[in-house]
């Protein structure tokens, strides 16, 4: 039996890699119009980025259409910063949207991560093990799917288990 879901890839034009201390971070996020997220392991969202925070000193940045005033300004801290690393990874990853009332079943055929909402609220964001590989999961508040990004070189292979998840095909 196949499940109530579909997959999408998504391409951000933007992903950055941000390493420094919140207070710095919460600074960069500021100065991009974005409230900072409220906890480790969760993210913002605003009209051009998203912010995902991974760990104490650790946060993604992920847009599609961002301004180039903003865009330069990364790329001045990227170039000067001492206390900030600002790295932009956007070649990294590749990204799927799963979306449709049976999302989380599909997803939790590859992974061992806890998708209620008890453990992964709305706008949760983490990552784990996907089908053997490291993934980023993140669910919106108003996004109607999940967000998994993988690294590139194996989107195909993620790709084609999602296919057979979705299929019913790699249900236990």
């Known amino acids: 039996m196949a499940y109530d879901a579909e997959i999408r890839r998504w391409s951000p034009n933007l992903v950055y890699d941000v390493r420094a201390t919140p207070g710095a971070a919460d600074a960069i996020l500021r100065d991009l119009a974005l409230a900072p997220p409220a906890r480790p392991n969760s993210m913002t969202v605003s009209p051009n980025w998203s ?3 991974l760990g104490p000193d650790h946060w993604l940045l992920l847009a599609v259409t961002p301004p180039a005033e903003q865009v330069a300004r990364l790329k001045h801290l990227q170039d000067t910063a001492k206390d900030v690393s600002v790295v932009e990874v956007s070649d990294s990853y590749e990204a799927f949207y799963l979306l449709g009332p049976e999302a989380r079943d599909v ?21 784990t093990s996907l ?21 590139r070189s194996f989107a195909d292979y993620v790709a084609a288990r999602f296919s057979r998840a979705l299929s019913g095909l790699e249900r236990n």
């Not at 089908?131 to 690294?151: N, Y």
Request: aromatic share 12%; net charge negative.
């Open 131 to 151: 089908f053997g590989q490291k993934a980023l999961v993140a669910r919106g508040a108003d996004d109607p799917g999940l967000l998994v990004m993988v690294p």
């Open 51 to 53: 912010a995902l925070w």
């Open 107 to 127: 997803l939790a055929q590859g992974t061992p991560f806890n998708l209620h909402d008890s453990a992964f609220p709305e706008n949760g964001a983490s990552f």
